[in-house]
């Protein structure tokens, strides 16, 4: 058994001697890039980064993901999964920019989620620093494809690969005011409709893709939503045409619409394949790709992972909020598997190119997060 007050002064003092190290961490990973879909240089530099630890056997599986199995013995089941995410939602492929000032580490993605994913590998390097033994098994992962259209690919993976050993995970995610206990669905598509344009002189009367277009997203805002937990709807792009004297032969619309709720995501389907074939009936050429699907939660009750996050916050003198949000928790959530979804610093500008993260604030948030693994321990 943990002689906890031991073993919480040796989590203290270890925090405090590494911190450097998790700092230069931070600066240095918060420059990778990482769009959903390349993770690879993020993802050899948290394989080397874990090894650098001591951590044994790790690899990066088909999804991108890194997995440190920690105490994980073959077909074993019961397994906590603690993860956090290595994309970010911008394209660049060239180094990220990073500047510090005034105690704050400013980069795209440096909070959503750098910071968090250096917190998940550190917490293994203190695991096996100290000699920790898990109640079961735990999988450290630096998962992929959490962001936009990555559609929680690297989540899926993981939960595909250890089918049924997986009991419960903590996500971590966000910041240290919230915890996400309930996973918002949504469905995304690209609608790209197509006429016979042509000149816009000469063809006058052809029918124009833009006014179809235009007329589809008319349709989708006439829709007054659900009194079904909280459902949304967004036309987030739209491109098409070719010059002002064409009559447009294709538009693209991007589409997506979200519910906490099950019953709210049905009712958005049927509405949405109304409006489709209603379109199609016109004659013109509608083509619909689905780009994301993320399911809400299930038969399930995380309260037992919330209440150890809560005590866990409350012990450093942070009382987080419950919400609910779209994260790798929806995943298992949607399994009947308890999840959920908290970080360990206080920021702003989650997805703009000026985030930020408050770097004092991770002292206590890295004390949160190894009073929550600690309580894995045996």
């Known amino acids: ?52 630890l001591g951590a044994t056997g790790v690899y990066i599986d088909d999804a991108l993901n890194v997995i440190f ?52 590998m550190e917490m293994a390097g203190m695991a096996l620093k100290l000699g920790l033994t898990p109640k079961t098994g735990i999988l ?23 089918n049924g050993r997986i009991s419960h995970l903590y996500v971590i995610d966000g910041g240290l005011k919230t915890v996400v206990t309930d996973a918002v669905g949504s469905k995304r598509y690209r609608i790209t409709i197509e006429t016979e344009g042509g000149h816009s002189f000469r063809n006058f009367g052809n ?40 009559i447009a032969q294709s538009c693209s619309i991007m589409y997506e619409y979200r519910s906490n709720r ?3 995501l049905a009712y958005m389907d049927a509405f949405f394949t109304s409006v489709i074939e209603s379109f199609r009936s016109f004659g013109i050429k509608v083509e619909v790709t689905l780009l994301g699907d993320r399911p809400c939660k299930g038969e399930v009750d995380p309260s037992k992972l919330t209440d150890i ?38 920021g702003s500008g989650a997805h703009t190119l000026g985030e930020w993260i408050n770097v004092e604030s991770t002292r206590d948030g890295m004390k949160i997060l190894a009073q929550v693994i600690l309580s894995e321990m045996r």
Request: with cysteine; net charge negative.
């Open 140 to 162: 450290f992962v630096l998962n992929s494809g959490e962001e936009g259209l990555g559609n929680l690919k690297g989540t899926r993976q993981l939960m595909k690969d250890f």
């Open 207 to 246: 029918r124009n893709a833009i006014y179809y277009a235009a007329k589809l997203i008319d349709t989708f805002y006439s829709l007054k939503v659900p009194d079904i937990g909280i459902t949304t709807y967004n036309i987030g792009m739209i491109e098409g045409g070719t010059s002002v004297n064409t």
């Open 69 to 120: 199995p920690f105490h994980v013995e073959e077909n074993t089941g019961d397994l906590c999964a603690v993860l956090a995410h290595t994309d970010v939602v911008f394209p660049d492929t060239e180094p990220l920019p990073f500047h510090e000032e005034n105690g704050r580490f400013y980069a795209p993605g440096v909070g959503d989620d750098t910071a968090n994913a250096v917190a998940v």
């Open 262 to 264: 099950r019953e709210g």
């Open 1 to 52: 058994m943990i002689d906890y007050q031991n073993t919480q002064t040796s989590i203290l003092d270890y925090l405090e001697e590494n911190r450097k190290r998790y700092l230069s961490a931070v600066r240095e990973l918060a420059q990778i890039p990482a769009p959903s879909g390349h993770e690879e240089k993020r993802a050899q530099w948290c394989k080397h980064y874990l090894e650098s």
């Open 309 to 346: 996050v809560m005590k866990a916050s409350e012990k450093y003198g942070y009382h987080r909020c419950e919400e609910a949000g779209s994260t790798d928790c929806n995943i298992p959530l949607s399994m009947g598997i308890p999840a959920v979804c908290f970080g360990v610093y206080e």
